[in-house]
């Protein structure tokens, strides 16, 4: 009993699930489609009684034409036995025209749910799974949503409401040993269901997980097409798809032998229960103890009877089986959403009374409106395990309105200290600071929204130039956009394109080459006009003149505002105020270019490799 209890615990957390935040509209809906359900299985209940009268009606002696009361009886029989089955049809017709309208409601703030929960996940949930996953888990969850509420609504409730009334009516044929074999039959039945559904549903999570992973593999594969062209590796990605596949084959299999197993014990149980009726029936109508139409009804009702045992059975086993389906989604509204991770949270009033956002139309060639604050890392201690520590008692001043370059070998710790400082990584211990203000007590919006990053790995929306730079700051007008991409030196570049600012860029942006997407990168991030820029290898993709020019723009646009550039080119760092040596997730070295190179220490040897490499 215990497994099954389990399963109806998790049955009603995922209908919670589901129903959360429904409307009155969708209840109503509900609540009609289940009053139809009711109806239909009464009146399907009902029927074979007024076909009991009809038979005893034909069946008896003749009737002289005089006797109209007899011949209307009869009449009255087949009225309503006919308006039994129609009604019955009507309400079966019904019932989804009314479910579907509660239904497609229900999936629709399901799916917004679901979406604006996954954005609010940390930046470890998303690098852990992939984006296609959670689409697939959602897609998933509402077939599986769909199976349930069409057994429940479409098949439990009429068949429940069908069976009482066939067991009432039952009843009054004054033959116990039929509600014995009915009750007997009902016991098999359910008991079958509680032994097999555990192992069902061990058998559908088998199919469900194979099925991420096939989907995977083919999303993986297809959205990575031109290296598997450049190696020619298509036959390696089609033998991992084939054994995933196959897989998943061999799940399905299983899932479908184990319901074959459950199907052919309940045959064996229906067999038994017809044959005993049939036989008590047959002893009571030769004893005269039950008439020809209640020999009929007897058996059309115990038929009727172990039909809807099935139904009920199977819409039960499918139903548990689709929680193996929905069990993923529920796991990931499980996870902490970012904005309850961290350790305070200040007031919506006190954010308010000083919110150092900038202020809409502000844009980069103008001062900040607030001043940019003082960063301090003060002895970050990051690691994403045990054995991984990425920053080990990290300590950094970057003054006000400064430029600060950081350099230093690759996994030194570099992009890790950007994520901190984005509260993408939560640090083990250690603090940053903003104008002494620990950063962990801002809201994570108001954090973020002061920061704009230019990423050397820049991915782009399959939308146009214009939605792409716009997602910068909410409510830009295409002015804006346009003035943010002539900061960003690429105005002419798209002014040439047949549409323009309305040219679409394709998946990830792979219509564009990787500099054009780093100058959407840098236009996005001048029209947010924010106080803290970060330039994380933003002109490695760039030429050398285009380059120089970009590094003047942006040096004007930073103005009074704090950058941090990340890079490994060291030329780009000369004239910046500080520069910062990282090295095993600590600084090591920091100071002007001079001072580093008269220094002799990594930076300057940095430099010098460089230097003779750039001069062979």
């Known amino acids: ?143 599986a949503y769909q199976v349930i509420l069409f057994n429940l609504a479409g098949s439990a409730v009429p068949i429940l409401a069908e069976a009482l009334t066939a067991s009432a009516v039952l009843l009054t044929l004054g033959q116990p040993a039929l509600n014995g074999i009915f009750a007997t039959t009902a016991f098999a039945y359910l008991s079958l269901v509680l032994i097999w559904s555990s192992r069902i549903k061990v058998a559908a999570g088998f199919v469900s997980r194979a099925n991420f992973h096939a989907h995977g593999l083919m999303s993986d594969s297809l959205s990575n097409c031109e290296p598997l062209k450049c190696f020619g590796a298509e036959t390696w990605a089609q033998g991992k798809f084939n054994r995933a596949t196959q897989e998943l084959e061999r799940a399905w299999s299983r899932l479908q032998g184990r319901r074959l197993s459950q199907a052919l014990l309940t045959t064996a149980a229906f067999g038994l229960a017809i044959a005993a009726s049939l036989l008590l029936a047959s002893r009571a109508l030769i004893s005269g103890e039950l008439s020809i139409g209640g020999f009929f009804l007897a058996n059309l009702y115990m038929v009727q009877l172990i039909r809807l045992l099935e139904m009920m059975s199977s819409a039960l086993r499918d139903s548990l089986q689709s929680l193996a389906f929905i069990r993923p989604i529920m796991e ?66 970057i003054p006000a309105g400064s430029s600060i370059g950081i350099v230093g070998e690759s996994g030194g ?155 490994h080119r060291l030329s780009v760092l000369q004239d910046l105020d500080l520069i910062a040596v990282m090295a095993d997730g600590r600084i090591v070295e920091q100071g002007k270019h001079a001072d580093l190179l008269a220094g002799g220490g990594i930076y300057a040897k940095m430099w010098w490799a460089q230097q003779t490499g750039a001069g062979q």
Request: proline share 4%.
């Open 332 to 397: 990931v509204f499980q996870q902490e959403r970012e904005a309850e991770s961290a350790d305070q949270r200040r007031t919506q009033s006190e954010i308010k009374a000083s919110d150092p956002r900038p202020r809409a139309g502000s844009m980069g060639t103008s001062q900040p409106i607030v001043k940019a604050p003082h960063i301090r890392f003060s002895d970050i201690h990051m690691a994403f395990d045990e054995q991984r520590l990425v920053l080990d008692g990290l300590n950094l001043d």
């Open 413 to 567: 710790g570099k992009s890790s200290l950007v994520r901190v400082l984005l509260g993408l990584y939560i640090p083990q211990s250690g603090q940053v600071f903003f104008d002494d203000v620990p950063i962990h007590t801002l809201p994570l919006s108001t954090l973020r929204s002061m920061i704009a990053v230019v990423p050397q790995d820049v991915v782009l929306f399959d939308a146009t130039i214009a939605d792409n730079i716009a997602i910068g700051r909410e409510g830009a007008t295409i002015q804006d956009v346009k003035e943010a991409a002539c900061l960003a030196g690429m105005h002419g570049l798209i002014t040439s394109m047949p549409q323009a600012f309305e040219t679409r860029v394709g998946e990830r942006g792979q219509r564009l080459s990787g500099g054009e997407r780093q100058r959407v990168a840098m236009a996005r991030a001048i029209l947010k006009s924010p106080q803290i820029f970060v330039f994380d290898e933003a002109t490695s993709m760039l030429d050398a003149n285009t380059e120089r020019q970009i590094l003047i723009e942006q040096r004007r646009v930073t103005a009074g505002r704090t950058s941090i550039t990340i890079a």
């Open 1 to 143: 009993m215990q497994p099954f209890k389990n399963a109806l615990t998790e049955l009603c957390l995922a209908l919670q699930l589901l129903f959360t935040g429904c409307s009155r509209s969708q209840i109503f809906h509900l609540l009609a489609a289940n009053l139809l359900a009711v109806a239909g299985g009464l009146l399907a209940g009902v029927a074979p009684l007024a076909l009991k009268g009809m038979i005893d009606g034909a069946t008896a002696q003749s009737v002289p034409a005089d006797q109209a009361p007899a011949a209307n009886q009869l009449l009255g029989f087949s009225l309503a036995y006919l308006l039994c089955l129609c009604g019955a049809r009507l309400c079966t017709d019904l019932r989804p025209w009314m479910l579907s309208s509660a239904e497609q409601g229900l999936y629709a703030h399901l799916r917004q749910r679901f979406f604006r929960h996954v954005l609010a996940l940390p930046l470890s949930a998303h690098l852990h799974a992939r984006g296609d996953a959670k689409v697939q888990i959602l897609q998933q969850a509402i077939s």
